[in-house]
C-alpha cells in the first residue's frame, strides 16, 4: 500500500510539473502591423485562391497517421507592386472553418512573403486541410503566390513535400 501512494505521488507530482505548450498556429504573427485601409476607389483586381494544406498524412494504413508541420507562404511575387491580402480562411478536411487569421486588409510590398505555421501537433484540420486566400492586386500584374511546405522529422527519418495555390476566382 506504501509503494502505491509513493508511485501516486510520483505520478501527480510529474504530471502537474508538466506544462501545456501555446500551439503557434492559434496565434500567429501580429496580423494588427500589416493593417491596412484600402481606398474602394483603387483599380484593384480581386482574387479568391485555394490551397490544399496537409497536418496529417496517413502512414502503413488508413487508421495511422503521421503528424506534420506546415509552413503557408503568402508571397507577393510583384517586384514593383504592393498587393493586399483581404482574408486567410483555415478549413478542415470536412470544410468546417476552423480559423480566420485576420479580419481586416493586409498588405504585402514588393518581394514579400508573410507566413503562417500550423503546429506539428495541431492536427484540427487532419488529413485534408486547406485554405481560401482572397486578395487584391493591381490589374495586369501578377497574381500572389501561396505555398504549403508540409514536413516532419522522426529520429533519423524525414519527410517534406510542397503544394501551390490554385486561383478559384
Wanted: net charge negative; hydrophobic share 35%.
Amino acid at each position: 500500500m506504501k509503494k502505491f501512494i509513493l508511485l501516486s505521488f510520483v505520478a501527480i507530482a510529474l504530471f502537474s510539473c508538466m506544462e501545456e505548450k501555446e500551439i503557434s498556429s492559434i496565434n500567429p504573427e501580429n496580423w494588427s502591423k500589416r493593417k491596412i485601409t484600402l481606398n474602394t476607389k483603387d483599380s484593384l483586381e480581386y482574387g479568391k485562391s485555394y490551397l490544399s494544406i496537409y497536418s496529417q498524412i496517413y502512414s502503413s494504413s488508413e487508421h495511422k497517421t503521421h503528424n506534420l508541420t506546415a509552413m503557408v507562404s503568402l508571397r507577393n511575387t510583384s517586384d514593383i507592386d504592393t498587393i493586399y491580402i483581404l482574408k486567410a480562411e483555415y478549413f478542415d478536411t470536412h470544410g468546417t472553418s476552423l480559423r480566420s487569421y485576420f479580419n481586416h486588409p493586409i498588405y504585402l510590398a514588393p518581394l514579400e512573403t508573410a507566413e503562417i505555421i500550423i503546429d506539428e501537433m495541431d492536427i484540427e484540420g487532419g488529413t485534408g486541410s486547406n485554405f481560401i486566400f482572397e486578395w487584391n492586386a493591381p490589374k495586369d500584374g501578377p497574381e500572389p503566390l501561396f505555398e504549403g511546405v508540409m514536413n516532419s522529422t522522426v529520429g533519423q527519418q524525414g519527410l517534406s513535400f510542397t503544394t501551390q495555390s490554385r486561383r478559384i476566382k
